[in-house]
């Protein structure tokens, strides 16, 4: 069994990652701590109380006795909001009070860009734009060319996380660029985890989503592949062997 803890904000969206492991059918767990969050608004300085290493510890202990065996800080805005090196000491912080393994839904974006191989993203994000200036910094410190960057303005998860399929669509939609070779919805609140390939086919390239990042992340900290085109081409970049069974969530051993 490989578990992969999370420590996750406040409470908007965590239920999309009991679906994901129902996805992936194997013997991964995702065990999930809640950290404490006094102010459920998008305002950079609720963000960076948020990320602080005090609410990331709290949960240290729970998910270690769960099994965990890598971390993940599953808040994209209370990673990014530090800043590229501060973003980096935030995750350093968090694996030396661990000792095991660490990262942040943010960096798991640039690195899943770089996994499909693209360069140029578009940033479909709901929250005000002052944030989703952040995130397209952050992603150009890590190396990728932000194309078209949409705001939607919403202030709280709260209001996020009751989005319906159809309206998450439109707000992609709207971010989508014909130069951006993937589209990122970035947004840890966004329930996406039940329908992110017809997202993809709605734009007609690959979706990355917060959930879905944060748990592609975790497993590629615990050497892991999984084959679950469920979860969208993220997950589909390595089949299985020709001929074999398939479940919905296959491990690929490299």
Do not use: C
């Not at 990673?79 to 095991?100: C, D, E, K, M, P």
Request: aromatic share 6%; charged share 20%; glycine share 10%.
């Amino acid at each position: 069994m490989t578990a992969v803890g999370l420590l996750y904000p406040g409470h908007a969206a965590e239920d999309d990652f009991p679906r994901i492991e129902i996805t992936l059918d194997t013997d991964i767990r995702l065990p999930l701590f809640s950290t404490e969050v006094d102010e459920d608004t998008f305002r950079p300085g609720a963000l960076l109380e948020a990320g602080a290493p005090d609410r990331l510890s709290e949960g240290v202990d729970e998910l270690r006795l769960a099994g965990a065996e890598a971390l993940v800080q599953a808040s994209p805005a209370g990673g990014f909001v530090y800043g590229w090196a501060g973003a980096h000491n935030q995750i350093a912080t968090l694996a030396r009070s661990a000792g095991l393994p660490a990262s942040s839904t943010a960096f798991g974006f640039v690195h899943a860009v770089r996994e499909l191989g693209a360069d140029r993203v578009a940033v479909a994000a709901a929250w005000p734009e002052d944030v989703t200036v952040l995130l397209t910094e952050f992603l150009v410190a890590g190396g990728a060319e932000v194309v078209a960057a949409h705001s939607a303005g919403v202030a709280t998860a709260a209001e996020i996380a009751g989005w319906e399929a159809g309206r998450v669509k439109e707000l992609a939609l709207a971010a989508d660029h014909p130069d951006a070779e993937v589209l990122l919805l970035p947004d840890a609140a966004l329930h996406t985890a039940a329908y992110i390939p017809e997202l993809e086919e709605a734009v007609g390239k690959p979706v990355l989503t917060a959930n879905q990042v944060t748990v592609w992340e975790g497993l590629r900290l615990t050497d892991r592949r999984v084959w679950a085109p469920t979860l969208g081409t993220l997950f589909a970049a390595h089949r299985p062997v020709p001929g074999a069974a398939e479940p919905k969530g296959i491990e690929v051993r490299e």
